[in-house]
Antibody, heavy 124, light 112 residues
Framework: EVQLVESGGGLVKPGGSLRLSCVASGFTFSSYAMMWVRQAPGKGLEWVSAISSSSGHILYADSVKGRFTISRDNAKNSLYLQMNSLRDEDTAVYYC?????????????????WGQGTLVTVSS | DIVMTQTPLSSPVTLGQPASISCRSSQSFVYSDGNTYLNWLHQRPGQPPRLLIYKVSNRFSGVPDRFSGSGAGTDFTLKISRVEAEDVGVYYCMQATQFPYTFGQGTKLEIK
């Protein structure tokens, strides 16, 4: 069973930093691209960042470019999001999700599995 | 960026009756492998999104056959043949062909 478990959220002051983690199980993590998607309270979904299976390709939304850093440790089946210079508008639930369209044996699709999310609140 | 526009934003439906949600994109988005990566997601209150439909018309594992997706180009539709109580929540279309991935505003399905 595919599982994605996020952690690391919490309350932080504007300008502060936070590091989110997502631990994966139930699939060969090192073969899958991954992404972070966020959802502000009562709002819709916003794609934040994506990383390829080998970390060779990394992309960011304009809203977080230069402030957030996505990374992964395939030996630990873990995905990370380092968030610096946080702003009020970064307040959201952050979800990690799979982002692979070409996997061994097929049957994988961008956004096929999502974690439960971790809440980040930026407030003074 | 590709803009995804959903209609309606709210849909009160009677149990057992059909429901339909439209999603229109600002441009077509065919990936280099020839596929259009248009997803439909369902989110219940307090829960993460879950995939219902991928590549326009394919039901994901475990999704009831009362859900169907259709469309091409820039116009896509999610249909529920007979709404059940567990179908309440917000439905999002999502294009996963071109970065940044983008989502519709969401359509809230509620029971009359």
């Amino acid at each position: 069973e595919v599982q994605l478990v996020e952690s690391g959220g919490g309350l932080v002051k504007p300008g502060g930093s936070l590091r989110l983690s997502c631990v994966a199980s139930g699939f060969t993590f090192s073969s899958y691209a991954m992404m972070w998607v966020r959802q502000a309270p009562g709002k819709g979904l916003e794609w934040v960042s994506a990383i390829s299976s080998s970390s060779g390709h990394i992309l960011y939304a304009d809203s977080v470019k230069g402030r957030f850093t996505i990374s992964r440790d395939n030996a630990k089946n873990s995905l990370y999001l380092q968030m610096n210079s946080l702003r009020d508008e970064d307040t959201a639930v952050y979800y990690c999700a799979r982002d692979e369209r070409h996997c061994s044996g097929g049957g994988c699709y961008p956004g096929d599995y999502w974690g439960q999310g971790t809440l980040v609140t930026v407030s003074s | 960026d590709i803009v995804m526009t959903q209609t309606p934003l709210s849909s009160p439906v009677t149990l057992g009756q059909p429901a339909s949600i439209s999603c229109r994109s600002s441009q077509s988005f065919v990936y280099s492998d020839g596929n259009t990566y248009l997803n439909w997601l369902h989110q219940r209150p307090g829960q993460p999104p879950r995939l219902l439909i991928y590549k326009v018309s394919n039901r994901f594992s475990g999704v009831p056959d009362r859900f169907s997706g259709s469309g091409a180009g820039t116009d896509f539709t999610l249909k529920i043949s007979r709404v059940e109580a567990e179908d309440v929540g917000v439905y999002y279309c999502m294009q996963a062909t071109q970065f940044p991935y983008t989502f519709g505003q969401g359509t809230k399905l509620e029971i009359k």
